[in-house]
């Protein structure tokens, strides 16, 4: 079992930065793979970034590429995403995720945090 906790979030104007932290706890080891997905209003939950605990292998989607930065600390177990530059298409609930493989499917992960809503105004 691996329990995963987001907090962060919040509202900012466009062009503005937030960072998110996502504690894991539990048989973490199982899980090797971290990653975060987002899921706004009457949309799809899509990927947005994920690493791995040992090597700090990185994948992001391409809409956030360049803006944010996926990044872990093994001592806390926590996991953090960087969001620089946001734009109000990036308003959404954002989710934590722990998995075995590097993915963009969610289906592929197995364990998932309560979510953490991020708002970015125009």
């Known amino acids: 079992q691996v329990r995963l906790a987001e907090s962060g979030g919040g509202l900012v104007p466009a062009g503005g930065s937030l960072r998110l932290s996502c504690a894991a706890s539990?048989?973490?080891?199982?899980?090797?793979?971290m990653a975060w997905f987002r899921q706004a209003p009457g949309k799809e939950r899509e990927f947005v970034a994920a690493?791995?605990?040992?090597?700090?292998?990185?994948d992001y989607a391409d809409s956030v590429k360049g803006r944010f930065t996926i990044a872990r600390d093994s001592a806390k177990n926590t996991v953090y995403l960087q969001m620089n530059s946001l734009e109000p298409e990036d308003t959404a609930v954002y989710y934590c995720?722990?998995?075995?493989?590097?993915?963009?499917?969610?289906?592929?992960?197995?364990?998932w945090g309560q979510g953490t809503q991020v708002t970015v105004s125009s």
């Open positions: 690493i791995t605990w040992i090597a700090s292998t990185t």
């Open positions: 539990g048989r973490t080891f199982s899980r090797p793979v």
């Open positions: 995720a722990a998995g075995v493989s590097i993915s963009k499917w969610p289906q592929t992960y197995h364990y």
